[in-house]
């Protein structure tokens, strides 16, 4: 099965603008992320929605943080850029006629429910700030150059 990856990719774009001096435009993202401007301006401009991106027109335009990243949770972007469900399993066709359907469904749905409720609970905990800070921590080492993938 193949992962939605839009979360993951947004958050690193965002991380990205946020250490990044100046907008930086689709095309730019689009490189850095290896896919097409237009889907990087179609992803933006849930965020663009969401008030968490902005983004001007013309020369020396692009997108820029429109938001504190300590105000803006993972769960956040995640509903910004049209997230999936956060899971895919559950029962196909119901069958309400048969007891052992329900009784399975039930357990399912339920273990579902309460998954998700945790997962939900741990993405709004989180905010870019965090994550911000986390990679600066990465980046900082005393008295040597930061790696090159800290840039």
């Known amino acids: 099965m193949r992962t939605d990856s839009r979360l993951s990719r947004t958050l690193h774009v965002l991380l990205h603008m946020a250490r990044h001096d100046g907008p930086m435009t689709s095309e730019a993202i689009?490189?850095?992320l290896g896919t097409h401007p237009v889907v990087v301006r179609r992803t933006m401009a849930g965020l663009r929605e969401?008030?968490?991106?902005?983004?001007?027109?013309?020369?020396?335009?692009?997108?820029?943080?429109a938001a504190d990243l300590d105000a803006v949770?993972?769960?956040?972007?995640h509903r910004a850029v049209g997230g999936p469900h956060l899971f895919a399993i559950g029962s196909?066709?119901?069958?309400?006629?048969?007891?052992?359907?329900?009784?399975?469904?039930?357990?399912v749905e339920g273990t579902l429910r309460e998954a998700e409720a945790l997962l939900v609970a741990r993405l709004a905990s989180v905010s870019l700030?965090?994550?911000?800070?986390?990679?600066?921590?990465?980046?900082?080492?005393?008295?040597?150059?930061?790696?090159a993938w800290c840039e």
């Open 129 to 147: 700030g965090e994550l911000a800070r986390s990679f600066d921590a990465r980046c900082r080492v005393d008295g040597v150059e930061a790696p």
């Open 30 to 32: 689009g490189r850095m």
């Open 50 to 65: 969401a008030g968490y991106v902005r983004s001007d027109k013309g020369h020396g335009g692009g997108w820029t943080l």
């Open 73 to 77: 949770s993972l769960l956040d972007v």
């Open 92 to 107: 196909d066709h119901p069958n309400p006629a048969c007891a052992v359907e329900r009784v399975v469904n039930e357990a």
